[in-house]
């Protein structure tokens, strides 16, 4: 997403919004280039205290269609992950549809790890990592939902997984051709092939919350050495209720999940049901389209620099091209 769409606050706006939110003032701010959906600060406020303010786009911008209410997803998953003992920041003030922003907020505390894909581990060093990864993952799963399916802010939800995630992939692709998303085989094949896959689906009839963008960025780390831990899980504006296989996608993006990944592992220690039935792997395949076709459709809003994402375009596509022949196979 191009930076001009994002929110643009002045000092003294930053300042009354945080006085008003939690009754202190800011020192100093310092905004934050990573995300492209939502503005983010880093602010120094006069209590002693750093935080971090989010601010979602104007009401009226599109983005992906299951990007609708995004800040709405995230405040949801703090109030229901952090009593669950999940390592994340604290939410310290939520605000919707505010009357002086016309918009949404979450003003959350700062972090002072690093994130694991600025770390430069060895792999012997990420091992003990992706296992306490697992383990996070097993307690997220246990959350209990309402038997609602998909993504219920975006209003893309159904009473079964199969429909939920029939409807999610749907508005997927009608977002690619609203885009004209240049995709590896025409939108209708897509849909087609997904949709001839999706009675395994079935075999999901609890509702997990998934965070479905478990990559090296999102997660923080703190600590040297042996003595290195994961300090908080961030931003699960991509959370939905569904399949807590999909939450295996994203951290072995691009591969193939494998049985000896440490993730694996700790997840099952945990606690978690991790069983790579032939089922299990259809539904794997389905998750994988989805998420490459994410990859693919969100440069249309997003208009990422070409030399920045060029290769990850590629990936995308050879890796999208894979997962729909995998599901062409009988």
């Not at 935080?51 to 599109?62: A, E, S």
């Not at 998953?77 to 994340?88: D, H, K, M, T």
């Not at 978690?272 to 299990?280: D, F, K, N, R």
Request: net charge negative; no cysteine.
């Amino acid at each position: 997403m191009d930076s001009r769409t994002k929110r643009r606050l002045s000092a003294a706006e930053l300042d009354a919004l945080v006085r008003g939110a939690l009754g202190t003032g800011v020192r100093s701010s310092e905004e934050l280039a990573d995300g492209f959906a939502n503005a983010v600060w880093r602010l120094d406020l006069e209590d002693g205290r750093q935080v971090v303010l989010k601010v979602g786009p104007p009401p009226g911008l599109r983005l992906l269609t299951y990007e609708r209410h995004l800040l709405r997803t995230e405040a949801m998953v703090y109030r229901l992950a952090e009593p669950a003992g999940l390592p994340l920041p604290s939410l310290l003030h939520a605000a919707f549809d505010d009357p002086v922003l016309g918009g949404d907020h979450l003003i959350l505390s700062a972090l002072d790890g690093v994130p694991w894909n600025q770390a430069s581990l060895s792999p012997a060093e990420e091992a003990p990592l992706r296992h306490e990864l697992g383990r996070h993952l097993a307690r997220l799963h246990t959350i209990p939902g309402t038997g609602v399916f998909g993504y219920p802010f975006a209003g893309l939800t159904g009473p079964s997984w199969r429909e939920a995630f029939l409807v999610i992939v749907g508005a997927l692709l009608g977002d690619a051709v609203h885009y004209g998303t240049r995709l590896p085989a025409p939108v209708e094949e897509i849909a087609a092939l997904i949709t001839a896959a999706a009675p395994t689906l079935d075999e999901v009839v609890t509702p997990s919350l998934v965070h479905f963008d478990i990559w090296p960025g999102n997660v923080f780390l703190t600590g040297e050495g042996r003595d290195r831990r994961i300090q908080a899980l961030i931003d699960h504006e991509r959370a939905f209720w569904g399949d807590p296989l999909a939450d295996f996608i994203t951290p072995t993006i691009f591969e193939e999940i494998r049985e000896d990944d440490p993730l694996v592992t700790g997840y099952r220690e945990a606690g978690g049901t991790l069983l790579i039935t032939p089922g299990a792997e259809v539904r794997a395949d389905l998750y994988r389209a989805y998420l490459y076709l994410i990859l693919l459709v969100e440069n249309g809003p997003r208009q990422y620099p070409e030399e920045a994402y060029a290769r990850l375009r590629d990936l995308a596509t050879s890796s999208l091209v894979r997962s729909l022949d995998a599901l062409r196979v009988p």
